[in-house]
């Protein structure tokens, strides 16, 4: 299994780009930027674009997709754009009744919390991907030598979607599962691992250059259930990937304790969120990964004489691993004066 010959990482479109080259480990002359959530509720662009359109229908709309994914690129310069949609966009397309709720986030509307519930679910049918080849496709061939980023949940915060039958801040229900009856838990998040394998594969293979596997909500976890519990099936979701040579990235929320074994997941970079300097970063992974951070969300609505310091300080920290993407520590909160990340994208450059 190998990346089509038109990919651009396979015809040099953007193998030679910043991102990828910091993804594989080396430091362009120039460091590179994107922001997660850049494509969204931050620009004025987005919410005219979307006007009328439910979240999900506008993820599984090819041209309304591809559209908000170059937004914030053509705004802001970053050095990647990062394929727009929702982490629960797999479960919907293997089947599963979900919505997005205004205010709250994706609301099942029936939750998956037995042993036959998870026997229940069914895998995407291959057929059911096609919007997101087809998104992909009309984003990759407007970017040119600007690399997307594919992207998909991590096992584990699927699962607590499912769970919970929507967000929750301490994943009660899902921890209890986990430790109550670990063979459905297990049949559960293989399940999750795969649908996420089968989206992530499907925009790599139309031409995606870079993935990311995000866990928001593993910062609930303790140590060694994530490591015993979640960990190998992020390992899955990305294994779905063996063969296709795009660089991977690892972001998990609250992981500062685990980050240590991470490693284990098998990403090439690994993201940091706000909580942990770079520099005791690439400490605690043994000086071997690039690593993609780390401004503070919180900052972005301070004066910009503070940003531009934490930035400084960021990049500064950032200089003792490997490699640096620079992005933030999480999303771009929806209040945030899009003017403010284009100023940074431009002081990242000229650092």
Same mark, same amino acid.
């Given at each position: +299994? ?21 993804? #594989? ?10 922001? +997660? ?9 987005? *919410? ?24 914030? &690129? ?26 997005? &709720?205004?205010? #709250?986030?994706?609301? =099942? ?12 679910? *069914? ?12 998104? &992909? ?40 599962? +986990? ?51 979640? =960990? ?48 005791e970063a690439n400490r605690r992974l043994g000086g071997r990964f690039p690593l993609q951070g780390n401004i503070d969300p919180a900052l972005l609505t301070a004066p910009w004489s503070l940003i531009d310091r934490h930035v400084r300080d960021v990049v500064e920290r950032g200089a003792a691993a490997p490699a640096h993407i620079v992005n933030l520590g999480h999303g771009v909160p929806p209040e945030t004066d899009p003017t403010v990340l284009t100023r940074i994208v431009e002081l990242v450059h000229e650092l």
């Amino acid at each position: +299994m190998a990346l089509p010959e038109t990919h651009p990482l396979r015809d040099g479109r953007t193998s030679d780009s910043r991102l990828v080259r910091a993804a #594989r480990g080396d430091r362009p002359e120039i460091l590179p930027v994107w922001f +997660m959530r850049q494509a969204g509720r931050s620009l004025p662009e987005y *919410r005219e674009t979307r006007a009328g359109t439910e979240m999900l229908d506008a993820c599984l709309t090819p041209a309304l997709a591809a559209e908000i994914t170059l937004q914030p &690129v053509r705004r802001h310069g970053v050095d990647a754009a990062v394929f727009f949609s929702d982490i629960v966009i797999p479960v919907l397309l293997a089947g599963v009744a979900v919505s997005i &709720v205004p205010g #709250r986030g994706p609301v =099942l509307e029936t939750p998956v919390r037995s042993a036959s519930d998870v026997l229940a679910l *069914r895998p995407i049918e291959p057929d059911a991907l096609d919007p997101i080849s087809e998104a &992909v496709r009309l984003v990759v061939a407007e970017l040119g030598d600007t690399p997307l980023v594919g992207f998909g949940g991590a096992p584990y915060t699927l699962a607590s979607y499912l769970v919970e039958g929507g967000p929750s801040k301490e994943q009660l229900r899902t921890r209890a599962l +986990m430790r109550s009856d670990p063979r459905t838990w297990a049949t559960l998040l293989n399940w999750c691992a795969d649908v996420t394998g089968a989206f992530l594969e499907a925009q790599v293979r139309a031409g995606a250059s870079v993935v990311q596997l995000f866990d928001s909500w593993a910062g609930s976890l303790s140590r060694d259930d994530y490591v015993k519990r979640a =960990l190998p099936h992020s390992k899955r979701a990305l294994d779905a990937l063996r063969g296709l040579d795009v660089p991977r990235i690892h972001f998990g929320l609250g992981l500062s304790e685990s980050l240590d074994a991470t490693p284990a997941v098998g990403a090439d970079v690994i993201g940091v969120d706000w909580r942990l300097p770079l520099d005791e970063a690439n400490r605690r992974l043994g000086g071997r990964f690039p690593l993609q951070g780390n401004i503070d969300p919180a900052l972005l609505t301070a004066p910009w004489s503070l940003i531009d310091r934490h930035v400084r300080d960021v990049v500064e920290r950032g200089a003792a691993a490997p490699a640096h993407i620079v992005n933030l520590g999480h999303g771009v909160p929806p209040e945030t004066d899009p003017t403010v990340l284009t100023r940074i994208v431009e002081l990242v450059h000229e650092l």
